[in-house]
């Protein structure tokens, strides 16, 4: 069973920044991708950005909405990912989940778990 523990969240003013982490813990033998997304009330979840988890350079996808402001990273050999987030606005305010699509074996079929979620709140 893998576990996706994340931190980072809070509460900040318009223009300010923000770094959220998660680590996966268990069995993880592989890690395919990594992502964040994130689901504002009202709306349905959406993604934020994804990061490849292994090889260099690693690619990384972001949502038009954050190009610019955020960025996706990761360090493999701690299973984790982090989401740096500068320049935040109102309309970043969500929660943000933590993705990760992985393998617990060679031979096994990718798999996906999620986090609990850590919201991010930002006041104008």
């Known amino acids: 069973q893998v576990q996706l523990v994340e931190s980072g969240g809070g509460l900040v003013q318009a223009g300010g920044s923000l770094r959220l982490s998660c680590a996966a813990s268990?069995?993880?033998?592989?890690?395919?991708?990594m992502g964040w997304y994130r689901q504002a009330p009202g709306k349905q979840r959406e993604l934020v950005a994804t990061i490849t988890g292994r090889g260099s350079p690693s690619i990384t996808n972001y949502a038009d909405s954050v190009k610019g402001r955020f960025t996706i990273s990761r360090d493999s050999a701690r299973h984790t990912v982090y989401l740096q987030m500068n320049s935040l606005g109102p309309e970043d305010t969500a929660v943000y989940y933590c993705?990760?699509?992985?393998?617990?074996?060679?031979?096994?079929?990718?798999?996906?778990?999620w986090g609990q979620g850590t919201q991010v709140t930002v006041s104008s």
């Open positions: 268990g069995s993880v033998f592989s890690i395919n991708a």
């Open positions: 993705n990760l699509d992985f393998q617990t074996s060679p031979y096994s079929f990718g798999d996906i778990s």
